[in-house]
Nanobody, 128 residues
């Protein structure tokens, strides 16, 4: 059974940094897409950053480019989201997702498709 678990998050002042970590277990190979998503109160969930099935392509939403960075460790089945220069608009519940199939497409300009496995989420709150 595939399990996705996020860690990190918390309260930070504007301009600060937070690191989120996502751990995936129960997968039989390291060939799967991974992504970070967020949902703020009253808003739809949006993709933040994704890493492709091959592990070689990264996508970033325009709103986080230059501030957020994802890094993947296949040996540990983890995906880390480093968030710098956080702003109040970044306040949201952050979710990690993984998908072992090929229906999720990730390139430098898109992250599309339905991820199959999701974590429970971790809250990030940025105060002004």
């Amino acid at each position: 059974q595939v399990k996705v678990v996020e860690s990190g998050g918390g309260l930070v002042q504007a301009g600060g940094s937070v690191t989120l970590s996502c751990s995936v277990s129960g997968v039989t190979s390291n060939k799967y897409a991974m992504g970070w998503f967020r949902q703020a109160p009253g808003k739809e969930r949006e993709e933040v950053a994704c890493n492709s099935w091959s592990g070689t392509l990264d996508y970033y939403a325009d709103s986080v480019k230059g501030r957020f960075t994802i890094s993947r460790d296949n040996a540990k089945n983890t995906l880390v989201l480093q968030m710098n220069n956080l702003q109040p608009d970044d306040t949201a519940m952050y979710y990690c997702a993984a998908d072992p199939g090929v229906q999720v497409l990730v390139s430098e300009t898109m992250c599309s498709g339905v991820f199959e496995y999701w974590g429970q989420g971790t809250q990030v709150t940025v105060s002004s």
